[in-house]
């Protein structure tokens, strides 16, 4: 179940594979393969040999050096060895016998289905496969150039044979690029556990981020690869630092979002977004907030967004509570970081969470942040019908292959009409943005004051009982009971009412209507 899953939310989704593709472009610019270190007639060549490359042809087939090329990155396990993929079909590799038990279930539901099934797995292999081989010709020029160099200068007498140099150009790729011929063998495990969603994936990200920055720094101090440590390093920043930080902050800047807007954007935000990088925050011709979730189109994103949790917990801090120390925001920002991080290893996979929701959690999904006791599925009181109903069409749309609920924003914004359950109204352009992970997304702010408010109201709930069933258990009760559970109910009750406090400065910092809020 977990492999058919995880398939189904990949290899079959189409918003997935476009931006599979797209966000692979930043291992390419990480490693300093773009210009202005490559001219730009060489990229456009590189791109339509990596494309020739791939196997299986879409279009036409390889030709014989093709064909030698790839089965050489085949050998020197470059290509082929997508992290992500790899782990999802190791699931059915661990469970089948005579061969490929997920063929098997696809080819039994029909050709046209098997078709399909294996078009999708193809191409996700190819859009992972294409800029590896990108990277590789990139860096086996790279390696050309630099001993070519060295040869002028008189630095060596002799550059090294072709084959050396491209065995060391696959060996760069292959540990500066997720590649799941590397993960370790307890990542792999951790795959049959019904824990951990694309584990690997996660764990090929710190593994090659390290490797990239270790290699600039090693190839800085060599005599004849120092150019391109160079170019690597500043790769290195690019990505890293300019994607995740200095852009973002350059564009908020020039849209007028202040600091303080944006940390108060972020009390409203969903939990998995409240310390993402924030693209471009805006206010639309409507005067709502919008902004893009860079996580969903940065992969490095994972290595980076501990640090982001750090700034956007101080800021968050110094601008709601200027006299609390540093160290607050620090230590919680620090948390919530590590937290992300440890996430796709500790979380339920998305099957095992389905299940849970429906018989372990009694008709109510995961206590979040955000719906601290989960948001209900089934209503109890409902009948058997309405229940068995309302459990398949969650258990579709939460399990279901293809990307079907971003395929439905964007034929309901195509006519213009409201979507989903609440008839939120949806822009095409906002949507077609999705397919590289570049989706604007509304704040929607009357949605996220409901959602504090009730949050409010339930923690004052529980901040009394710690009075009433301290005090009223039936057995003897002193005075200094009473007091010790009245301070400690009192002491709740102002922190419920200091985080509400919170919620309403966040409010008029964005300028929310009054007459709503009060």
Do not use: C
Not at 20 to 36: D, I, K, R
Not at 115 to 124: C, H, P
Not at 133 to 151: G, P, V
């Amino acid at each position: 179940p977990k492999g058919m899953a995880q398939i189904a939310k990949t290899v079959l989704g189409p918003f997935t594979h476009t931006r599979n593709f797209a966000t692979a472009g930043t291992f390419v610019s990480m490693n300093g393969n773009l210009p202005p270190f490559k001219n730009p007639a060489f990229m456009v060549k590189n791109f339509k040999r990596s494309f020739n490359t791939v196997q299986p042809q879409f279009l036409y087939r390889n030709l014989p050096r093709d064909q030698a090329l790839y089965k050489f990155l085949l050998d020197e396990r470059v290509a082929s060895s997508s992290a992500t993929y790899k782990d999802i079909t190791g699931l059915f590799d661990d469970i089948g016998k005579g061969g490929d038990v997920f063929d098997r279930i696809f080819k039994s539901l029909g050709k046209s289905v098997s078709k399909i099934y294996k078009g999708a797995q193809d191409l996700y292999l190819a859009e992972d496969d294409f800029f590896k081989i990108f990277s590789f010709i990139a860096e086996f020029d790279n390696l050309k150039y630099a001993h070519k160099a060295a040869l002028q200068v008189g630095k060596i007498k002799k550059p090294p044979a072709d084959i050396a140099l491209m065995r060391e150009a696959a060996d760069i790729v292959r540990n500066t690029m997720p590649n799941y011929a590397l993960t370790g063998s307890f990542i792999q495990a951790s795959r049959r556990s019904p824990l951990g969603n694309f584990v690997s994936f996660v764990s090929e990200m710190v593994r090659t981020t390290g490797n990239s920055v270790q290699l600039s720094l090693k190839h800085i101090n060599d005599p004849v690869r120092s150019g391109m440590g160079a170019r690597r390093l500043f790769g290195n920043a690019f990505t890293l630092a300019g994607l995740g930080f200095v852009i973002p902050e350059i564009l908020r800047g020039l849209y007028g979002i202040s600091k303080e807007a944006l940390a108060a954007m972020r009390e409203f935000l969903p939990s998995f977004s409240e310390d993402s990088t924030l693209f471009g925050p805006y206010r639309n011709e409507k005067g709502e907030y919008m902004y893009v979730d860079l996580s969903q189109a940065l992969p490095y994103d994972t290595v980076t967004n501990p640090l982001e949790s750090i700034v956007s917990g101080v800021a968050r801090e110094q601008t709601f509570d200027p006299d609390s120390p540093l160290i607050k925001g620090f230590v919680e920002g620090t948390a919530r970081g590590i937290v992300r991080l440890m996430r796709p290893f500790v979380d339920e996979s998305i099957w095992f969470s389905t299940f849970n929701d429906i018989f372990l959690r009694g008709g109510r999904t995961k206590p979040t942040r955000d719906f601290p006791k989960g948001r209900q599925i089934v209503n109890p009181s409902a009948p058997l019908g309405d229940k068995i109903v309302a459990i398949s069409e969650y258990v579709t749309r939460k399990l279901a292959p293809g990307s079907v609920q971003q395929l439905e924003r964007l034929y309901d914004a195509t006519l213009n009409k409201p979507s989903g359950k609440y008839g939120k109204k949806y822009e095409v352009p906002e949507e077609l943005r999705g397919f590289i992970g570049l989706r604007s997304v509304k704040l929607d702010l009357d949605q996220g004051i409901k959602s504090k408010i009730a949050k409010f109201q339930n923690k004052i709930f529980d901040d009394r009982k710690l009075l009433t069933v301290e005090t009223a258990r039936g057995a003897p009760v002193t005075e200094n009971d009473i007091i010790r559970a009245y301070i400690k109910a009192n002491k709740a009750r102002y922190q419920s009412l200091s985080e509400l406090k919170r919620v309403v400065d966040a409010a008029n910092v964005l300028q929310y209507d009054d007459k709503k809020l009060f």
